[in-house]
């Protein structure tokens, strides 16, 4: 157990944590991140250097209360489908249950996406057998909207490998898209009703701008790169994620959870490190951001800390850019 910690400060500091989900369960803010480990192997844009293998989840009563670390949740040697790297998690609640949804790479180095189920936010998870039929690619995150209907989104470009399935099969050397052609975008679908499969074929989610006209490959200020998030607010669906190269939290809106979505500006400026990672939760009556960086290991891009800090949104519904490094 750590003190209260403040806002745009790492959440812990006993362990590496990176890509958080937050989430409000049985009136308290949980938190799930990935869990990096502290090692001086090789670092590459393929993301080797994240070697993930275990979950922990952190908890909070509230923004005045220190941080819980309720422990090891789930570990790669458990799940016998997967081989290595568990990257960024997302929770969900549904059927009296929790489940934890999670990318790692199969036996074949494929990227897959596992589902794993608790009667507690906090854990322990059990892990399938097999990882989601269909599924590819990494950052999950899912929606459960107001009508109990449940949506995943997921897809991450270079290391997250959302490049080889252009075709809906897996090839290893596929070129990238044409920089003055559409951007890859995340894909969503329809979650069964017993969170554990698609309902339908995951599908492109299209981002355009205020034009309509797809947002292109090659505008590293608001393509998509990885980590899509989607949450309400007042009845407008907001999909956040990280952008190109340039490592900045974006936003678009859709009055549907599958899109089209509408790209609207910037959430987070670029953050210390070579990886941006999100949420975007309401406690209270106020919303709050958490992501990561790399302030606690002086710049070591697979050495990241969890943080926080709140959200403001404009009477337009916009919402008002962060840059977490000032006053």
Not at 41 to 49: F, L
Not at 114 to 133: C, D, H, I, L, R
Not at 233 to 240: A, I
Request: hydrophobic share 30%.
């Amino acid at each position: 157990m750590e003190k209260k910690v403040q806002p745009n400060t790492p959440l812990v500091t006993h362990i590496y944590t990176a890509d958080p989900s937050a989430h409000v369960y049985e009136g308290k803010i949980y938190i799930y991140p990935s869990h990096d480990l502290d090692h001086d192997g090789e670092s590459n844009d393929n993301g080797d250097q994240y070697k993930m293998e275990d979950y922990h989840v952190l908890s909070l009563d509230n923004f005045d209360s220190p941080v819980v670390d309720h422990g090891q949740v789930l570990h790669v040697k458990d799940i016998p489908w997967a081989s290595k790297q568990l990257w960024a998690p997302d929770a969900a609640f549904k059927n009296d249950t929790y489940y934890l949804f999670f990318p790692a790479r199969d036996h074949d180095d494929i990227f897959r996406i596992g589902v794993a189920t608790s009667s507690s936010p906090a854990g322990p998870f059990t892990p399938q057998e097999n990882y989601m039929p269909g599924s590819y690619s990494i950052d999950p995150a899912v929606l459960v909207d107001e009508d109990d209907k449940a949506y995943i989104y997921f897809g991450g470009l270079w290391g997250g490998q959302l490049e080889k399935w252009q075709t809906g099969t897996f090839v290893a050397d596929a070129p990238d898209p044409a920089l003055d052609g559409p951007a890859l975008g995340p894909r969503v679908a329809e979650l069964s009703d017993d969170m554990l499969t698609f309902k339908e074929e995951p599908k492109e989610i299209s981002i355009v701008d205020e034009n309509g006209n797809p947002i292109l490959a090659g505008d590293e200020d608001r393509r998509f790169f990885e980590g899509p998030w989607v949450h309400k607010y007042n009845g407008l669906y907001y999909l956040s994620y990280s952008t190109g190269t340039k490592h900045t939290i974006v936003y678009a809106t859709s009055e549907n959870p599958q899109g089209p979505f509408t790209f609207r500006g910037k959430i987070l400026e670029p953050v210390i490190g070579w990886t941006t990672h999100h949420s975007i939760v309401q406690f209270q009556d106020k919303w709050y951001l958490f992501y990561h960086d790399c302030s606690l290991s002086d710049g070591v891009n697979h050495k990241r800390s969890v943080k926080y800090t709140e959200i403001k949104y404009n009477e337009d519904g916009t919402i008002q850019t962060i840059d977490p490094y000032k006053e």
